[in-house]
């Protein structure tokens, strides 16, 4: 039972991380258009997120 | 490298386009001093088209950024000098085969969809925060078949819980309780009156619980409650959403602007609404007239089929009355605005069109129907709950915990969700299709329709003149009229360029608005056009014909005919099967809608019928317990689309109608008329299927919260199985014809 002492903040820790990266796609727009960023995988050119 | 994969790019060529709109009328300034242009991009599907719009509009020199949004076709540049003309940026898109016109987007350019954003967040977070409590509630109920675990470890993970399901719920169910206060706020309860009072009821219980050590907790059910209602919340909003977007693009395709001359003789673009009465227009051939006006100068041929849904095009010269609306043909006259626009036949018709719709959005989704049953009744049983608890002698703690369970059990999961998820894939199943749904409800409606009312011209008919004695007239005399016509603007002659298709015009071609054309080919002068001016023998001069005379030759006739669509006879037969009564409404002369009608299968038929006249009919079969759809193209039937109960355009109809309909649909089949009602009908059946499988799902479950036999793993399992199959429901609607 002693483990749950270090799980349990792991587990906060890990979902927390995941959140801030979630948070990070929607505001940095990545939802907005899907079909766009399907095909701007295929171009050379450096582009990167707005 | 660039991925070509060779996209069919922009526009038909000679298309009148209703693109006078200049620009720069159009370019926003924000606050850092930088200008910016939003742009409505039409035609560029891939990786190709993206990277040749993008890269051709940054190397213009001056623009600091540019880009394409490919879902939703919208095109946004930015510069910092002044004295940059954006009309550059148009021009790059135009010359790269794309269509581009300017946007007027209500939304500034910084504003994004945050309610989206927000939603989308809130249901992570309910998502992230249901999966962790679950991690501690599994060993509880385990437990509490096991039995192997202490009070002690128990009451620990219930305020682990509650440390994760707290916060996250607040921030999760921000949506309903401010929707909830705002709506308590006006005096009115909605949906999300029941959903908060559980929320902040379970929260408030489970602390108490958990405080002394008890048994139960419902920390998962707050958020998993969240999470559901937070999907159906997205879904619905985006669909929303997607209908705004599609309203917005049909208002800026009418956002034009006017080449008005000032009193320096210079003609300088001006936004129609500021067009006051007496100012000179210029009205370039492809143009709208754009306010009423009277033609000063010049001579040209006018297609009036907005306004009275005629096709033939007809001569216009100096003293004739224009009304808004009119597509001018041939040759580029001067006009002298006689009316403001607010006060000029469009306006008038919009004015009809939003009276129409202020009567639509009086319906009453089956949703919020739904919604109003239901509060009362969870309301009453469980306020019922709880005076039952009190008087067998529960005590007041037992007697609020199950209130609180019939409050959480009755959970809207599945009616938050059998709404949305069904409009989602039906609209879905519906765009494949080429149809574009403007609103949920308009699903709804459809599935309601007794009445379908046609126009006639472009809905029934193809709506283009088609050339139809190819077989009497030798090759040689098509080789050089072909040319010829390709050199015109007027509709017949592109009728029969788009008959033989592309290939070389025929150069220094003069064309002579009102009468037709002419070049000297081999020393001969070659004519095509009006009878008498042609010079052929015969001179009663028929509107769907053209004539051809080559030097001393004899004049030959070339004739043309407004067809019925290739499916019509088809989908006007299988919609008279499915029970629905048919009618043509139509501006045209009543001859000819006649025998329209009757070709088309369709008994009932009015003709010369003007727009107002259109929309009384409607009213006339509303009043008689009629549920109409009306299927028109023309502004002329604008007023009837928005009056109808649900109403659908062809995507070649003018823009004012498009904005009025709640479909649009793309492509040559009129076929989509009966598809939109199948699917509206199957839509209808799928929704009312998961308002009775709720309906049924309450009835098991509530007399087990009342008599106290809920725990939370069971309330666990009863919600997210009746959300899953209410989704799987909806689902199912892909699959039947």
Redesign the interface.
Known sequence: MESIIYLVPIAFGVAIVALIAFYWTIKSRQYEDPKGDAERILMENDDRPL | ?D?DRGCPTGLELAQPQSNAADPRVFVRQNKAGHFSLELLVRGAK??GC??KIE?GVKAISGIENA??????GRFTADWADTKFDPRQIVQTIVDLGYGAIPFQSQIGNSL??KEA?NL??AM??AG?AMM?VM?FSQPIWMAAIYGEMGEG?RTLFHW?SALVALPAGLYAGMPFFSSAYNSLKKGHTNMDVPISLALILTAALSVYSTAKHGEHAFFDAIVMLEFFLLIGRYLDHRLRQKSRIAAQELMALQAVTAQRIGANGEATSVAVSNIAPNDLLIILPGDRIPVDGIVETGNSQADFSMINGETAPVLIGVGQKLLAGVLNLSGSITLRASAKSDDSFLAEIARLIEAGEQSKSQYVRLADKAAAAYVPLVHGTALLTFLGWLVVGGGFEQAIWNACAVLIITCPCALGLAVPAVQVVASGRLFKAGILVKSGDALERLAAVTHIVFDKTGVLTSGQPKWTNRAEIANEVIEIAVGLARASRHPLARALARAIGPGPAITGANEVPGYGIEATIGGNLVRMGRAEWVGASQTTSNESELWFKNGGATAIRFSFEDSLRADTIATITAIKAMGIKVEVLSGDKLEVVEKTAKEAGIAEFRGAQSPFEKAARLDELANNGAKVMMVGDGLNDAPALARAFVSMAPGAAADASQSAADLVFQGEKLDAVREAIVVGRLSKQRVLENFWFSAIYNLVTVPLAVLGMVTPPIAAIAMSSSSIIVSLNALRLHRYK
Do not use: Y
């Not at chain 2, 880009?67 to 939703?72: I, P």
């Open positions: 490298m991925i891939c990786a993206l990277s890269n880009r394409l949004n490919l879902s939703t994004q969809d954003q989308l967040l992570t977070v992230v962790f991690m470890t682990l």
